[in-house]
């Protein structure tokens, strides 16, 4: 079982940024496909980012521009900088496999974007 440990959320104005990051528990982290996700009281979780064991990556299109997925595998970490953040990005952001069928989730990490 992989577990995930995710941090660095916080308060942040309307075009602010924040940096994500998610350790990953095992020996397997390199071989795995990673991504973001995001959820909101009350609507299904969606997936964000996500980054391909290959190093490949992909956006949902609300973020792309703004947001960038990377990888560490020395680390075990994956990471998310999210910059010109917008008040619907506020939510509780997950990381997980790709697709996340597999592993428990984690606690995640709040991300409020408001004046």
Known sequence: QVQFVESGGGLVQPGGSLRLSCAVSGSIFRILNMAW???????????????????????????KGRLTISRDNAKNTVNLQMNSLKPGGTAIYYCNINPPDVHDWGQGTQVTVSS
């Open 37 to 63: 996700y995001r959820q909101v009281p009350g609507n299904q979780r969606e997936l964000v980012a996500g980054i391909t064991n290959g190093g490949s990556t992909m956006y949902t299109d609300s973020v």
